[in-house]
T-cell receptor, first 117, second 118 residues
Framework: EAGVAQSPRYKIIEKRQSVAFWCNPI?????LYWYQQILGQGPKLLIQFQNNGVVDDSQLPKDRFSAERLKGVDSTLKIQPAKLEDSAVYLCASSPMTQLVSTDTQYFGPGTRLTVL | AQSVTQLGSHVSVSEGALVLLRCNYSSSVPPYLFWYVQYPNQGLQLLLK??????LVKGINGFEAEFKKSETSFHLTKPSAHMSDAAEYFC????????????????FGKGTKLSVKP
């Protein structure tokens, strides 16, 4: 079974530029998460999708971050414009969760390491 | 509000020694608890999870954790460390089904980096 795929693996941009990350979850997984992991900290949830609908985006800085999962499969996270403090690893995860049961395992991709100069 | 505290950002053990990584949680409702491991430049991999069944949970690679409600703890142990165990370990809590809008969202601790000396 293929795991969660993410691209690119690394990205370096200047502040105020825009950037986009792509995630392809495990086939058949209904739920998709984007996390931000700043160096020295644990991952922090940015947004959760159930199929193509947003379940929770309360911690997404909506003035600069956006995410979509148009067909309920792969997803894109965008930052525009980027700030220095956005330097982090952006992790995508998916789970089979279809009935709002939270014991499902989340499967993580390798992440995209973003450096904002 | 949920939170997770991992005591010790770095733990160093000798190969063959006991591994003990500490995790305390705060939750207003019965929690689900998880331990994930992260190897360099890789995503997180689930080690084990507590979902209100047995309080002693066995995971992969010889790790286990015990849920102690009275101590609000979920410490991770392994009897004998191996060099390949060197990684960063994250404890996480989920409040479960549809509490306050969260549905399976994980709240992570800051992580503990485990070093194993030969």
């Amino acid at each position: 079974e293929a795991g969660v795929a993410q691209s690119p693996r690394y990205k370096i941009i200047e502040k105020r530029q825009s950037v986009a990350f792509w995630c392809n979850p495990i086939s058949g997984h209904a739920t998709l998460y984007w996390y931000q992991q700043i160096l020295g900290q644990g991952p922090k949830l940015l947004i959760q999708f159930q199929n193509n609908g947003v379940v929770d985006d309360s911690q997404l800085p909506k003035d600069r971050f956006s995410a979509e999962r148009l067909k309920g499969v792969d997803s894109t996270l965008k930052i525009q414009p980027a700030k220095l403090e956005d330097s982090a690893v952006y992790l995508c995860a998916s789970s089979p969760m279809t009935q709002l049961v939270s014991t499902d395992t989340q499967y993580f991709g390798p992440g995209t390491r973003l450096t904002v100069l | 509000a949920q939170s997770v505290t991992q005591l010790g950002s770095h733990v160093s053990v000798s190969e063959g020694a006991l591994v003990l990584l500490r995790c305390n949680y705060s939750s207003s409702v019965p929690p689900y608890l998880f331990w994930y491991v992260q190897y360099p430049n890789q995503g997180l991999q689930l080690l084990l999870k507590y979902t209100s069944a047995a309080t002693l949970v066995k995971g992969i690679n010889g790790f286990e954790a015990e849920f102690k409600k009275s101590e609000t703890s979920f410490h991770l142990t392994k009897p004998s460390a191996h060099m390949s165990d060197a990684a960063e370990y994250f404890c996480a809590v989920s409040e479960g089904r549809n509490y306050g809008g969260s549905q399976g969202n994980l709240i992570f601790g800051k992580g503990t980096k485990l070093s194993v000396k030969p």
